[in-house]
């Protein structure tokens, strides 16, 4: 077949300039990287070499410089400049003060997302942990505990977006009388269910079965720390308990729980900051629609699809505002049980 040297000229030129920004992007970031670490030579071997009084206060600030100006940059500089843009319009060119947290607070949209999220919140966490007690319990009766674990433990290992498209085929639905290629769909099948629905489009089951995401992702997080506090709590105490008559669910509830309950609260509410950031699921298999809109995904829609910054920002900063007491909780726990150890 003749080649038509007409189109193979421009085609040329065209891979020809792709590959000289290619280099001329991979050079200027190799070098960029060869700078900072040649600055970063620099400064340590005069450091080495500096003595007398000036010796300590120097080892302090590059140790300590580097990690500030790490945190300034890329937490309170950004979280700065959100907070302000909540207080101007759509373009950030004018002040408007709280309308938009006012918008937030009153709007009826927003408030089935604050409420798709306040589910998010309760359901997702409480499910993953519950699991991961239980496993962490059931596994560690089992020969081969190791190997158990590791799978359970596995989708730990897969990021939310990967997750997200495993289960967009397991909930994949054709119509009636097409072959059924997504699991649950097959199982309906399997089970006399004719023409099962459009899984993802069902409200508000669809919620649900987002949720499974996260759970199946967490629960082997879940499982591995707690099942970690169980074989911690001294033998001692738990012979005790048997010798007082305490087994089974009693032995669980009144020694099993109260002594791993610090840890079972540090999960709980870890994977509760972790749900409400849980942008990616939403993102990946509705994209908020068919009514499965989350705070952190409708954050995203505001400010990088319909371009209003100030109330994205301003759901940014409610977001922020709801994670930032779980984290000051979860820091006070752990120093109130290493206080008491």
Do not use: C
Request: hydrophobic share 55%; glycine share 8%; proline share 4%.
């Amino acid at each position: 077949m003749p080649t038509d040297t007409r189109l193979a000229g421009p085609a040329l030129q065209l891979a020809d300039s792709l590959w000289q920004d290619a280099a001329v992007k991979f050079g200027n970031t190799g070098g960029a990287v060869l700078g900072f670490v040649g600055i970063l030579l620099a400064v340590f071997f005069a450091a080495g070499r500096a003595t007398g009084r000036f010796s300590r206060p120097l080892a302090i600030a590059l140790m300590l410089g580097p990690a500030i100006v790490l945190l300034l940059t890329g937490l309170v500089v950004p979280l700065v400049r959100t907070v302000v843009l909540s207080f101007l319009d759509a373009d950030s060119a004018s002040f408007v003060g709280g309308k938009n947290y006012a918008w937030a607070l009153t709007s009826s949209p927003i408030h089935g997302v604050l409420l798709n999220t306040l589910l998010w919140l309760v359901i997702a966490p409480l499910a993953a942990t519950g699991l991961g007690l239980a496993l962490a319990l059931m596994v560690d009766r089992m020969r081969g505990q190791a190997v158990w674990k590791s799978l359970i433990f596995m989708p730990m290992a897969v990021s939310l977006v990967a997750a997200s498209l495993i289960f967009k085929l397991v909930y994949e639905s054709r119509g009636a009388g097409q072959n059924q290629v997504g699991l649950l769909s097959q199982l309906a099948v399997a089970l006399g269910w004719d023409d099962p629905p459009n899984w993802i489009l069902s409200q508000p089951l669809n919620n649900f079965l987002l949720m499974a995401v996260l759970i199946w992702v967490q629960t082997g997080f879940a499982m591995v720390v707690l099942s970690a506090a169980i074989k911690a709590i001294p033998d001692e105490i738990t012979e005790a308990a048997r010798l007082d008559g305490a087994t089974g669910l009693r032995l669980f509830l009144h020694v099993t729980v109260p002594m791993i309950r610090t840890t079972l609260v540090v999960v709980l509410t870890t994977i509760m900051i972790i749900t409400l950031k849980a942008f990616d699921i939403v993102r990946t298999m509705t994209g908020g629609n068919y009514g499965t809109q989350v705070l952190a995904n409708e954050m995203y829609s505001q400010s990088f699809e319909q371009y209003n910054y100030g109330r994205g920002s301003a759901l940014a900063v409610i977001l922020f505002l709801a994670v930032v007491p779980l984290v000051v909780y979860n820091i006070a726990l752990l120093r109130k049980e290493r206080a008491t150890r």
